[in-house]
RNA sequence: GGCGGGGUGGCCAAGUGGUAAGGCAGAGGACUGCAAAUCCUUUAUCACGGGUUCGAUUCCCGUCCCCGCCUCCA
């Protein structure tokens, strides 16, 4: 394994080091679980997703958290709007979360911690930095003292005396100064809220990073992965508390994806123009879903459109006809020839070992799949060692698309052969419709039988041997706004 | 204002100090009764102006434009 990632922290590529030989601790920000799960939130999960198959692609034993964050201002509104209580509201988000990263093809982290499980980790730690002075609690409330911890900026490259002294500093009455955060919140009428030793309360939002991750995975973890958003101020936070309380290293590798836009602005819920997750799969589908992911390099900024989208159900098009046509001309007893699949492996290899280099990856399997379709007209013509060729071709992009970039070509071919056992007999018949027509020259009535089946999603192609025919991915009509 | 990222063919998108992957779309051709699928051919001097260099799209400086963060945000 000689992967190379991009360090947020280090600002440039550095060789993936982890901690221990051979297995890797990944933490990822997760969800305030307040609702659904939009767009923006899959690409996060599509590029932890892959980065975490890839580690486990290339050896290595990978432990996923991903916190779940049950606690929040905004989960709270959002209960009081529905007069029920906020567990209601966290227990009803997390399980769509849940659903839609199920649907997403995303692998469930190993751990999924609830904020409102670690309360005693969290006061653990604020306990600790009060008692080193870096900390302090004003009625109720526990500010970190930011001035206090040299570090703080390191991530975001931020001086501390260069940042803005913002007007609308929230509790600036209280703060000792105005950059100073909280970790610790004073229960306010009908809020949910635990006993703690400066006073009944609730947990700041960074806190529960800090003590989650090192709670489940120790001290200096892997890679700490997150939107590009969040580097300033919650991850900046999230360091200042571990490392001020305990000195050392809170993550190894800070690896962060860019922000979805719709055309020139961010996708996001304050901004309004997100799109749900759940309905842009069910629009698009699966494979072409990941494959739009995909794309753009995970940190560069990626534009969900119409167009976009359908050049990406095109390319899953073209992946999945490669595979069902070699499958369709190998005979049973053929065995793969993977010395012509190797080449492709480790193109695909060294552009993944390259930050993740998703875009060329894709690109390496566009041209495997070139090779194939090239391969594919002396192998149905029985050559032997085209058939092994194009076995061992299409058996590596399955392999490298769905056990790595997760875009389920052999689970959207199952599902197309459940279909195509179930419609079998009916378009077989009209087949033999449309072959007697043919024979009598009525191209008339062959053409109509034809049109009708690939209205309903059935193509049917024309060979030498006859017609053969089979359920395509519908590609979604051209909408404006995806 | 501060910090960071970016401007590559009609569209998307990699990449490199020595004249630029891949995909989509388009055009032409092969195959086909016509299609579909597939194959072949075909389209760029890399925002602009300087500089460094034998040579820059790739390094440096400046200009213009776009985006993100600085408040909740994947």
Same mark, same amino acid.
């Given at each position: 394994m000689s992967l190379v990632l991009f360090d947020t922290l280090r600002r440039d590529k550095v060789p993936f080091e *982890?901690?221990?030989?051979g297995s890797v601790s990944m933490y990822v920000c997760g969800p305030t679980v307040q609702s659904d799960a939009h767009v923006g939130h899959g690409r996060l999960a599509v590029v932890t997703d892959v980065l975490r198959r890839y580690l486990a692609f290339s050896g290595l034993t990978v432990t996923f958290v991903q916190n779940v964050t049950d606690i929040d201002d905004k989960i709270i509104m959002r209960a009081r709007r529905e007069k029920v209580d906020p567990a209601v509201i966290a227990t009803r988000y997390t399980r769509a979360w849940n659903r839609s990263m199920d649907l997403l093809n995303i692998q469930p982290p190993d751990i999924q911690p609830l904020a409102t499980g670690h309360l005693l980790e969290m006061q653990a730690l604020i306990q600790e930095l009060i008692d080193q002075d870096k900390a302090y609690a004003v009625d109720g409330d526990v500010f970190f003292?930011?001035?206090?911890? @040299?570090?703080?900026?390191k991530l975001s490259r931020r001086q501390v005396d260069d940042m803005?002294? /913002?007007?609308?500093?929230?509790d600036s009455d209280r703060k @000792?100064? *105005?950059l100073d955060f909280a970790m610790w919140k004073s229960a306010k009428p009908d809020e949910p809220s635990w006993p703690s030793a400066w006073g009944d309360g609730r947990p700041g939002w960074h806190i529960e990073c800090s003590a989650m991750a090192v709670k489940h995975l120790?001290?200096?973890?892997d890679i700490h992965c997150g939107g590009l958003?969040?580097?300033?101020p919650h991850h900046e936070n999230e360091i200042a508390q571990h490392e001020a309380a305990h000195? /050392?290293?809170?993550?190894r590798h800070w690896v962060h994806n860019g922000m979805v836009r719709m055309g020139e602005d961010k996708m996001s819920k304050s901004v309004g123009n997100v799109v749900a997750l759940d309905e842009a799969l069910a629009t698009w589908g699966l494979g072409p879903m990941r494959l739009w992911y995909l794309s753009?390099?995970?940190r560069t900024p990626l534009t969900f459109d119409t167009e976009r989208l359908r050049d990406a159900s095109t390319v899953h098009q073209r992946f999945t006809t490669f595979v069902r046509s070699a499958r369709q001309i190998v005979s049973d007893d053929t065995s793969p020839d993977v010395s012509v699949a190797d080449p492709h492996r480790a193109a695909f290899i060294a552009v993944m070992d390259d930050d993740l280099n998703a875009p060329a990856a894709v690109a390496a399997l566009h041209e495997l799949v070139s090779d194939g379709n090239d391969r594919l007209k002396k192998a149905a013509a029985g050559d032997q060692a085209e058939q092994q060729a194009v076995l061992a071709l299409a058996d590596l992009l399955v392999e490298l698309a769905d056990?790595?970039?997760?875009?389920?070509i052999d689970d959207w071919l199952g599902e197309a052969a459940a279909l195509e056992a179930r419609i079998g007999p009916l378009v077989e018949g009209l087949l033999d419709a449309r072959k007697q027509a043919r024979a009598d020259r009525d191209f008339e009535t062959a053409d109509a039988i034809r049109d009708q089946l690939t209205a309903t999603g059935v193509v049917v192609e024309d060979g030498p041997d006859g017609a053969t025919w089979y359920v395509a991915a519908p590609l979604p009509d051209p909408t404006p706004d995806a």
């Open positions: *982890p901690r221990e030989a003292r930011v001035r206090r911890f @040299e570090g703080y900026g803005q002294q /913002g007007d609308d500093v929230v @000792e100064d *105005p120790g001290e200096g973890f958003d969040l580097v300033f000195g /050392g290293t809170f993550a753009a390099q995970h056990r790595v970039l997760g875009i389920g």
